[in-house]
């Protein structure tokens, strides 16, 4: 997706969330942006790849895929968790508990759609037909399994809603602590995600050739 198409979709989205009764733009998070900004350009990204995957001929016949576990791993899900069940947990609470209810019902529509589109990428990731004939062509199928997980950093997401309580003030106070919280433990698990993965075994030796 272009960046002027993901701007023409932020516009659209933020003018129908603010002609709402009773929505005022100065309550919604300034964190708002980033999110609907880099999951559509994520996810447009992503479908690019995928449609250049599908025009390659001569691929091996399907393989049995390789499971859900071994595509996402224990910490990439725990960090997938926290930042999309943690996050929507904290906005119910905000929404329940205080008088922000502006800022945590956007927080959490914006959450959503970050949601929505490293889902849409996962679910491929683990879903899609596996392709193989030989070792060699068994791990390219898993390393490009691999490269589509990590066009989805869940974590980020995470970090960048610590705009609002440390820059915006646009957040409840009560919830700083919790907010700071919520992005550490996300990161922490992302970190041991790219730990494990770097001890991914190496793609057996072969002419993969350049890419162009």
Do not use: K, N
């Not at 733009?25 to 599908?54: K, N």
């Not at 049995?64 to 904290?90: D, E, H, K, N, Q």
């Not at 205080?98 to 683990?126: D, E």
Request: aromatic content about 12%.
């Amino acid at each position: 997706m272009s960046a002027g198409g993901v701007g023409f979709a932020l516009m659209i989205t933020s003018g129908f969330l603010q002609s709402l009764p009773g929505v005022r733009g100065v309550e919604m998070p300034e964190s708002r942006y980033f999110y609907f900004i880099v999951a559509t350009l994520t996810l447009g990204q992503w479908a690019s790849i995928l449609h250049r995957e599908r025009q390659l001929g001569g691929l091996p016949a399907p393989t049995r895929r390789p499971s859900a576990a071994g595509v996402l791993g224990g910490w990439y899900l725990a960090s997938f968790l926290i930042t999309f069940v943690g996050g929507a947990a904290l906005a119910v609470a905000m929404y329940l508990t205080t008088s922000s209810r502006t800022f945590a019902w956007t927080w959490l529509v914006a959450l959503g759609w970050a949601a929505l589109c490293c889902t849409t990428i996962l679910v491929w990731a683990v879903t899609r037909r596996g392709r193989g004939e030989d070792a060699a062509s068994v791990a390219v199928d898993a390393e490009l399994r691999y490269q589509d997980r990590r066009l989805s950093a869940p974590a980020a997401f995470a970090v960048v809603s610590l705009i609002d309580p440390l820059f915006s003030h646009r957040s409840p106070p009560a919830f700083t602590w919790w907010m700071v919280g919520y992005a550490a433990l996300a990161v922490a698990t992302a970190a041991l995600a790219y730990r494990r993965d770097r001890r991914r075994p190496a793609l057996p030796p072969g002419d993969y050739g350049t890419g162009a």
